[in-house]
């Protein structure tokens, strides 16, 4: 089972919208996870958040899901910069 880690920075004044669209993708992405995906701000820059997704069986499927998902919510309007995705395994 693999584990996603996507991070990057939320525009402060939309931050509100941003938690809306991003409570909704996590919602969309539940199904391809054996846990429930969670968004977490970074403690020095909380403008800074990571999307965790653990438990991924298919990696393939959850990567084009992701990617349809960030789409609909249109999540580019909220962030600064891009997106990043790292991907963990047990070793």
């Known amino acids: 089972m693999r584990a996603a880690y996507v ?3 939320v525009d ?9 669209r991003i409570s909704a ?3 969309a992405m539940t199904p391809y996870c054996a846990f429930a995906p969670r968004c ?4 020095d820059d909380p403008q800074t958040w990571m999307e965790i997704y653990e ?3 298919d990696w393939a499927a ?14 580019d309007a909220c962030i ?7 991907c963990f395994q047990m070793p």
């Open 25 to 27: 993708l996590l919602n």
């Open 55 to 57: 438990g991924i069986a």
């Open 40 to 43: 977490m701000a970074r403690c």
């Open 62 to 75: 959850f990567l084009d899901a992701l990617d349809t998902q960030v789409n609909a919510r249109h999540l």
């Open 80 to 86: 600064t910069g891009e997106r990043h995705l790292e």
């Open 12 to 20: 402060p004044a939309r931050a509100g919208e941003a938690d809306a």
């Open 7 to 9: 991070y990057y920075r």
